[in-house]
Nanobody, 121 residues
Framework: QVQLVESGGGLVQAGGSLRLSCAASGLTFSTYHMGWFRQAPGKEREFVAAITYSGSMTYYTNSVKGRFTISRDNGKYTVYLQMNSLKPEDTAVYYC??????????????WGQGTQVTVSS
């Protein structure tokens, strides 16, 4: 079965950086568009970033453009989210997603368990 396992979350001060990783198994990773979503307390889960199966194209929600970078290593079945210049409003549980629709930015069927990112002011 498909498994997505996130890591790299934690507590960081505003302006700091974190790198999230998502290790995938049970799927032909190089054929899936991958994405990151996040959910803050009391809010709906929202799209953050996506990357095409080849890694040639990336997409971001406006609030993270210029600060976050999504990348992938198909040989390692892993997708990354480098987060720089973090702000308190980036505080959320971050989820990895497989089969994200890069046109509609709607999530695919496969989710990781999530990793908590907390940014203190």
């Amino acid at each position: 079965q498909v498994q997505l396992v996130e890591s790299g979350g934690g507590l960081v001060q505003a302006g700091g950086s974190l790198r999230l990783s998502c290790a995938a198994s049970g799927l032909t990773f190089s054929t899936y568009h991958m994405g990151w979503f996040r959910q803050a307390p009391g809010k709906e889960r929202e799209f953050v970033a996506a990357i095409t199966y080849s890694g040639s194209m990336t997409y971001y929600t406006n609030s993270v453009k210029g600060r976050f970078t999504i990348s992938r290593d198909n040989g390692k079945y892993t997708v990354y989210l480098q987060m720089n210049s973090l702000k308190p409003e980036d505080t959320a549980v971050y989820y990895c997603n497989a089969a994200v629709n890069i046109v509609t930015r709607k999530a695919g069927n496969y989710w990781g368990q999530g990793t908590q990112v907390t940014v203190s002011s």
